[in-house]
């Protein structure tokens, strides 16, 4: 039975939100091991931070190219108005994940202790830029891009608002608290016990903001405001939140370490899924639908073919390359231990 258009336009728009997603809660964690070197300045520290994410890294930004390339294709409008209204943030973004990238590899590599501090900075910069320009980015998405008949109308400035930069520190602070959280789990001894103490301060700190995001966004449409206050749309979000967060607190007196990090990442997938609620069936706020931005049925379903292969190898390349690096990390040795 042919599926119908309506249907293609929908399976291209999840699989799209897939990515995005996956790609936020999986480079989201180790770009906040990156912020948070900053509050981490012993070298050995940083080496095991450091160490943590060096082997899966790479695999996350592949999330990123598989939305980039899935909007252009199946999008195309959505994506030129998109990159037209963000192409400041989205290159400094990209700039600031390759300083980031060569910073990672090469840091163990440098011969004299100014080189590695070097390294170090612009590993830690690098996370600080592009997450704040993943924030900017999307809030500049949430509050809308100034579109006609399906082009670009705005001035190339939109992204450059209170509202867009306030997301912007919000996923900063985020994005160090999965990052704790991982160290948490993934750390020993004195740095596991630091990241802990970070975990239950950026957390707090994380909800309240979270909580501003939401006043502000109610603000800027009514129909994100008629959304949300439904009581069988804010109720289950609510519910969830909830939910999540007495599993945080109380994980960290559990035997499995894990569970802040995954409590957290809770908290990320609610978020998003409640921005998709306010913002559907909009791929652009204020007008733009995704039937409207879809490219033709045909063209959207040979993406979906690529898509029904590239996702589950990519799952099952990350999930291989987190099963063979599990376990906590050492300072001395560097090696794996199967501790919780």
Known sequence: MPLSDELIHLLSAGALAFSILTYVILDGTGLGVGILFAANRKARHRHVMAFSILPIWDGNETWLVLGGG??????????????SAMYAPIILMLLALIFRGVALEFRDRAKTERRQRLHDMAFMGG??????????????????????????????????????????????????????????????????????????????????????????????????????????????????????????????????????????LGWFIVAYGAMIVALYPLVIPPTLTISQASSAPLSQMLVLGGFAILIPVTLVYSTFGFWVFRGKIRPKNQVHTSDS
Not at 70 to 83: D, H, K, Q
């Open 70 to 83: 899935g909007l252009l294709a199946m999008f195309p409008a959505a994506y030129s108005i998109f990159l």
């Open 127 to 264: 996370s600080l830029v592009a997450s704040f320009c993943q924030g900017i980015v999307l809030g500049g998405l949430i509050q809308g891009i100034p579109h006609e008949k399906g082009q670009y109308s705005g001035n190339g400035w939109e992204w450059c608002s209170g509202f867009a930069f306030f997301c912007g520190f919000v996923l900063v602070v985020g994005y160090a608290l999965l990052g704790a959280c991982w160290l948490y789990w993934r750390t020993a001894a004195d740095l596991q016990l630091r990241s802990r103490r970070q975990a239950r301060i950026l957390a707090p700190a994380t909800l309240v903001l979270l909580a501003g995001i939401v006043t502000w966004t109610l603000g800027l449409n009514t129909v994100n405001e008629e959304r949300w206050l439904e009581p069988s749309i804010g109720g289950p979000i609510t519910l969830l939140l909830v939910g999540l967060m007495i599993v945080f607190w109380r994980a960290f007196s559990w035997t499995h370490h894990f569970l802040p990090l995954f409590a957290v």
